[in-house]
């Protein structure tokens, strides 16, 4: 149970130490979010918070997504997410949640949506090897045999084969914060992170 905050993805870029070894990082625009409602057990079984980013017309909006945006009395969010807290005392709807509350924090979990990349062959979905290139092989990309014949009969369940590679939820762990830019709600961290620019990601302060 650990609050976060939403964001995007800003691109890659690199930055020197004191050393002068240079250190891969990813830019984040991170927050400002806004409670839209407070979860307790007397109410909904669990405490917890939901939060709003990213402002969107209301036009945008189903009426009962507006009717939920109009009940917490703030602006209507596109995105919504919810951290499950042991004491959710401290928070009042419409508060707004930015880095201001994650300064005493030394590491992050990011989690995203991976880049998709389509149909994928073995070599590079599952890291096959491949058939010889030579002396009149027909077998250079091929998947092989994927089963017995008669018994049992049927391709086994959770084969590696030929695929859709990407577009799904991946979490990075443990990412070292480089810097926190709180003016311009910029968080800076070291190495990567899931998806492509503008990707819409969650964020995970751990303690130090």
């Known amino acids: 149970m650990s609050l976060g905050i939403l964001g995007h993805k800003i691109g890659m870029t690199q930055i020197f130490d004191e050393s002068g070894n240079v250190i891969p990082v990813t830019v984040l625009h991170v927050g400002p979010c806004t409670v839209t409602q407070i979860k307790t057990v007397l109410t909904d079984g669990y405490n917890a918070i939901q939060v709003g980013y990213d402002n969107v017309s209301p036009q945008k909006l189903t009426k009962p997504e507006q009717g939920h945006f109009k009940k917490s009395g703030g602006a209507p969010l596109k995105y919504l997410q919810e951290y499950k807290l042991s004491n959710v005392d401290d928070f009042i709807l419409g508060q707004s949640i930015s880095m201001e509350n994650f300064k005493n924090f030394s590491s992050v979990t990011v989690t995203g949506k991976s ?44 084969k590696k084969m030929a695929g859709r590679l990407g577009g799904i939820q991946v979490t990075t762990k443990n990412l070292e914060i480089m810097k926190m830019d709180s003016k311009e709600n910029l968080l800076i961290v070291k190495g990567a992170v899931p998806g492509k620019p503008g990707n819409l990601l969650n964020i995970k302060f751990l303690d130090s």
């Open 115 to 158: 880049i998709g990349k389509g149909f994928a062959g073995n070599q590079k979905r599952h890291n096959f090897g491949r058939g010889p290139m030579t002396h009149g092989s027909k077998n250079h990309r091929a998947p092989g045999s994927i089963g017995a014949g008669t018994t049992p009969g049927r391709v086994i369940p959770g």
